[in-house]
C-alpha cells in the first residue's frame, strides 16, 4: 500500500479491472455498505468519442458513519459517500485508489471526537481495497 503527500492510498491489484472491480462490489455487499453510484469513466469517454484505459469510481458508505462526520462539519459531505478509484494504469496493471479518512479528517477539521469513525473507515477500507485485489484473498 503507497500513501502519498495528498492522502490517496494506491494498492495494485492481482486480478483485472473488471475482476477487480467484481470482488470489490462483492466485498462491500459482505460488509453491508450501500453502493451508491458507479461512475464508468471510460464508457463515458468512448460514448464522447474519447480513449481511456479503464477507470471506474465506486462512490460507496454507511449514512450513519458519514453523518457523523458531517455533523462534525458539514463541508465533509464534499468528500463523502466514500469512494475507491478502479483503473488500469499505463503497463496493464489494475490499482485500487483511495483517500485515507485520516487526509478527510484532516482536510475538514474533523477534530477528536470523529476518531472513531476514521479509524472504522481506515480499517473498512483497508479490508475492501485487500479483499479485491491480493491474490490471498481468493481462497475466502
Known sequence: MNENETGLVTVSS????SETLERLQSAMQAAGMAVFA???HAAAAKDAGLSLRPTTVV???NPAAGTKLMQANQIAGLDLPLKILV????SN???LTYNHPRWLAERHSLG???EPVIAAMTKLLDSLVRQAGTAAARAS
Open 14 to 17: 492481482a486480478y483485472t479491472v
Open 38 to 40: 458507479v461512475f464508468d
Open 59 to 61: 462512490a460507496f458508505g
Open 112 to 114: 477528536a471526537g470523529t
Open 93 to 95: 496493471t489494475a490499482r
Open 87 to 90: 483503473w488500469q494504469d499505463e
